[in-house]
């Protein structure tokens, strides 16, 4: 059984850090690319950044150069470390994994930027 269980989310400030944990299990886990997505209030799911199974790591133009996707494949985990967060962040953030026509989700983890 395939299980993505996403951890770390919370409220933060403006300004503030997150890192986000994606435990899989279940999949070969090296070789499915790897992914972030997050979906706000009445907004549809976006991609927040990709990182496949070479390492390579693709983000979403609204979060390049503050949001880093990580995956240590030892440990079958993938993080996101979220920096200088704004309120346009808050999202339920989830971990997707993809290889050829396998794609699972995990549950989602809340993230609130506030003051």
């Known amino acids: 059984q395939v299980q993505l269980v996403e951890s770390g989310g919370g409220l933060v400030q403006p300004g503030g850090s997150l890192r986000l944990s994606c435990a899989a299990s279940?999949?070969?886990?090296?070789?499915?690319?790897m992914g972030w997505y997050r979906q706000a209030p009445e907004k549809e799911r976006e991609l927040v950044a990709i990182?496949?199974?070479?390492?390579?790591?693709n983000y979403a133009d609204s979060v390049k150069g503050r949001f880093t996707i990580s995956r240590d494949n030892a440990k079958n985990m993938v993080y996101l470390q979220m920096n200088s967060l704004i309120s346009e962040d808050t999202a339920v953030y989830y971990c997707k994994c993809a290889f050829r026509w396998y794609v699972y989700w995990g549950q989602g983890t809340q993230v609130t930027v506030s003051s």
């Open positions: 990182i496949s199974s070479g390492g390579d790591s």
């Open positions: 279940g999949i070969n886990f090296g070789i499915y690319t």
